[in-house]
């Protein structure tokens, strides 16, 4: 079964043990989540990104279903159930989660979400309000405050972290996006604040976290909040300082010409964290963050000769020359 039958095969309400409604599809970069009324089953596609990621066989994807619902319970017990095989019957159908069969792939079971309550939709609809990111703010400290603190890590934050965003500088080279201006002064604030660097993972302030809490990955229900879809496929994406974690949405909201709210919300982060370093290090994250969302948009633009794709990288790239000034 090749990947347009399987897709078409996931759609079909006869695929799966329960009702369904009209079976949506939303897809990412490395993954498809099918969205049934009741459930929403992910999909990892089978990729592989040098040593960043591994789905290039099934075994890696049943592995890396398992560990999504390890790290993402912490976060929404609620929503991730289980793992579940999917396997093709002797009748040549798909099966999403029972019957006898050759496993042909694996899925991660969610119950499904109002999708009204994403944070992203929230603000396209222009709901999005001063309590709410208060709100954000103050779920995230209380995120910080219980997650792991990771060991042996003080040494290779730093390099990590410049590691991560000079390999995106260099696939903006390949792209024709002249940035080695951004590049220098990165790195050159990296190797002069080493010892800050050190300091946040002594003080604990690098630890397990989420890895990409941007406003798609947020709901909002009325006063609850809860964020999902933590990184599993690489830890070294997952474990960060907490400003580079506040750093994703305020860029976010920025993005979205929201400034004043994206500054209510890093303000309202080091207001109840008494993180004293952290406003120091929100625009060079800030900038990080600009940068990595305006490469995706730029390598989508050249694969797909998008204009749309294009003139967001745009938008993403005059953001990351905003922070570029601020640090």
Known sequence: MNIKEFIEAMKDPESYPHTTGNIEMKETHISWVFLTGHFAYKVKKPLKFGGILDYSNLANRR????????????????????????VKGEDGKLHVGYGAGEV?????????????????????????????????AAYMVDFFNSSRVPQGFATRYAELTKDHLNATFDTLTDLGKNAEAWRKKFNGYLKNKRELFMERTANGF??????????????????????????????EFRVQ????????????LDFNGLDKLSKVYADEYLRLSEDANGKKLLPIYMFYWAVVRGE???????????RESKLISDKYFKLAEKYFKMF
């Open 63 to 86: 592995l890396m279903c398992e560990k999504e619902l390890v790290v993402n319970r912490r976060l929404n017990e609620e929503m991730y159930l289980e793992t579940v095989d999917i």
């Open 296 to 306: 995706v948009e730029l390598e989508k633009s050249a694969k797909t000769n998008d």
């Open 104 to 136: 042909v792939e694996h899925a991660v079971k969610m119950k499904q979400m109002n999708q009204r309550n994403l944070l992203s939709e929230i603000i396209k609809r222009g709901e999005i309000t001063e309590t709410t990111v208060k709100r954000v």
């Open 241 to 252: 300082d907490i400003a580079y974690e506040i750093a994703a949405l305020a860029m976010d």
């Open 206 to 235: 690098v630890r397990d976290l989420h890895g990409d809490a941007h406003s798609r990955n947020f709901f909002v229900d009325g006063t609850k909040i809860s964020l999902f879809d933590a990184i599993e496929f690489n830890d």
